[in-house]
């Protein structure tokens, strides 16, 4: 019996990789049932280091064609004094044991938004977010570009 339940598991694990093998990653990340695309912030970085200036002739394809799509994407929520009820907050790409965060490139953070009556909480375990993506660009007071990523936010689990 044992055996047998090893052998059906080997089958259907051999049986989903086959089906898998032909698809390009592209065809593997198409959007779910629901139209939603899953994105990762390697998807949406730029040839930029840190200090460039920003320009918008660096956005790239794949970039641009993800602008008004509803897309998910995995970070982390910029840690803030508000707790609870968060309406608007950063993803950042990682939790900041590294380069990111404040400073950070200005493709590894995405202003969200959260479209009411939609709010989370904050945790600084890795969250997923959904929602609409936009390119947004966002300047302090003496021009300097903070972030050009922005997500009308729907839901975080």
Known sequence: MTRSISKLTGLLVAAALVGTAGLSAAERKAPDEAGVKSVTFDEVKLELKKGDPYDSSLLTAAVKKLDGKTIRI??????????????????????????????????????????????????????????????????????KHLAIYHLDGKEVK
């Open 74 to 143: 995995r970070g982390y929520i910029l840690p803030s004094f508000q707790q609870t009820g968060i309406k608007n907050f950063v993803l950042v790409r990682d939790n900041m044991e590294c380069c990111f965060g404040p400073g950070a490139l200005l493709h590894d953070c995405i202003l969200v938004e959260m479209v009411p009556p939609a709010s989370t909480i904050f945790t600084v375990r890795p969250v997923s977010v959904e929602g609409t993506f936009s390119i947004r660009e966002w300047k302090d007071p003496d021009g």
